[in-house]
């Protein structure tokens, strides 16, 4: 885990340095933040609009008594785009705008179901089962009577 963090914090500014050197060699180092800033305000209007229609299904769901847990992956990889879409480059403005379509959420909520299910280990396979018996005990007194005026 600790060389994956090493290399998005090394790795992702450097390569997004080179993308950026590279588009504003072909078309300009204006054209360039240009563009940046026009696909990071496209990009944060969609979650915008994306984020209030779930937050929508969410109301509608938890109002029909429906689980919600789905709508909140789902807000919360837009949340991820949202941020994807702030940090000036093209390759983290990819990945944002990939977050922003839903099969490709759904596609990564599956992933990571599958990796998040429990898988049962090799143990000694023997059950032990305690055999023994429920007893209700019963209240059989009856309450006092009123006493009663004289």
């Given at each position: 885990m600790g060389w994956i963090l090493l290399i998005l914090l090394i790795g992702l500014p450097v390569a997004e340095l080179t993308v950026l050197i590279d588009v504003g060699d072909e078309i300009g180092a204006l054209s360039t933040v240009g563009l940046c800033i026009l696909t990071a305000?496209?990009?944060?209007?969609?979650?915008?609009?994306?984020?209030i229609g779930l937050m929508l299904d969410m109301q509608r769901a938890a109002a029909d008594g429906q689980p919600v847990g789905a709508t909140l992956v789902h807000g919360a990889f837009l949340l991820v785009a949202g941020f994807c879409l702030m940090i000036p480059g093209f390759l983290t403005d990819g990945l944002g705008f990939l977050l922003l379509i839903p099969p490709v959420r759904s596609a990564l909520i599956k992933?990571?179901?599958a990796g998040l299910m429990?898988?049962?280990r090799g143990g000694s396979g023997r059950v032990i089962i305690i055999e023994g018996e429920v007893v209700?005990?019963?209240?059989?007194?009856?309450?006092p009577r009123p006493i009663d005026k004289l």
């Open positions: 305000v496209v990009g944060l209007g969609l979650v915008r609009h994306q984020g992933v990571g179901a429990v898988r049962p209700s005990e019963k209240d059989d007194t009856t309450p």
